[in-house]
């Protein structure tokens, strides 16, 4: 079946520092999206693109969706200790259809 | 508060009994999906309704899982005859449809089953 696959499990950074994250799959997806999970709570939406190519920012987010369509990735700039979380890709192959998530990304931020 | 929504929060029961969830999807959201998630990996997706109609489901949704929206509003998923491998949290999410052609899911804050 479809995977998604995010690595390393766990990233550690300091407080102000940049962090790049990315989802790579063996198949094609048409949109993907980026959520973060905190302990106890449901994911919620940070970013979603639509198109080959597309660069997407929503405050210090940064995603991008892979040329190949089989990738994307996120960036976090300047973290602050509130950008810790799970950070999980998700991607669908059609219009309103199931997501199929990656395993997450746990970041924790050093002040 | 107009985000999704779920009942319990939390629920411990003994193996063997039955449970029973609610999700209440953000209004006028015509597309309701169930996810598991257990620790350490991402939400596994379990079934999807259209209005009221199940369209999808999952073989992960073996045969002591339902899942109901009678009206096209809130949905119940019902686990009988509970095992310890139940326990996860269980996520509800919506969408607006497919009119709207997006697929941004937003989710519910879960609900997390213990069965012991």
């Known amino acids: 079946g479809q995977q998604l696959n995010q690595s390393p499990q766990s990233m550690f950074i300091q407080e102000g520092e940049d962090v790049s994250m990315n989802c790579t799959s063996s198949?094609?997806?048409?949109?993907w999206l980026w959520y973060k999970q905190e302990p106890g709570e449901g994911p919620v939406l940070l970013i979603a693109l639509y198109k080959a190519g597309e660069l997407t920012s929503n405050g210090r987010l940064t995603a991008q969706f892979g040329i190949t369509r089989k990738d994307s990735f996120l960036n976090i700039s300047a973290s602050i200790p509130s950008d810790v979380g799970i950070y999980f890709c998700a991607g669908t192959t059609g219009a309103n259809s199931k997501l199929t998530f990656g395993k997450g990304i746990t970041l924790s931020v050093r002040p | 508060d107009t985000g999704v929504s779920q009942d319990p929060r939390h629920k411990i029961t003994k193996r063997g009994q039955n449970v029973t969830f609610r999700c209440d999807p953000i209004?006028?959201?015509?597309?309701l999906y169930w996810y598991r998630q257990t620790l350490g990996q991402g939400p596994e997706f379990l079934t999807y309704?259209?209005?009221?109609?199940?369209?999808?489901k999952s073989r992960l949704l073996s045969d002591r899982f339902s899942a109901e929206r009678p009206k096209g509003s809130f949905s119940t998923l019902e686990i009988q005859r509970t095992e310890q491998g139940d326990s996860a949290m269980y996520l509800c999410?919506?969408?607006?449809?497919?009119?709207?052609?997006?697929?941004?899911?937003?989710f519910g804050p879960g609900t997390r089953l213990t069965v012991l």
């Open positions: 999410a919506s969408t607006p449809g497919p009119l709207y052609g997006d697929n941004e899911q937003f």
């Open positions: 209004s006028e959201h015509n597309r």
């Open positions: 309704f259209q209005n009221e109609a199940q369209l999808e």
């Open positions: 198949s094609i997806f048409n949109t």
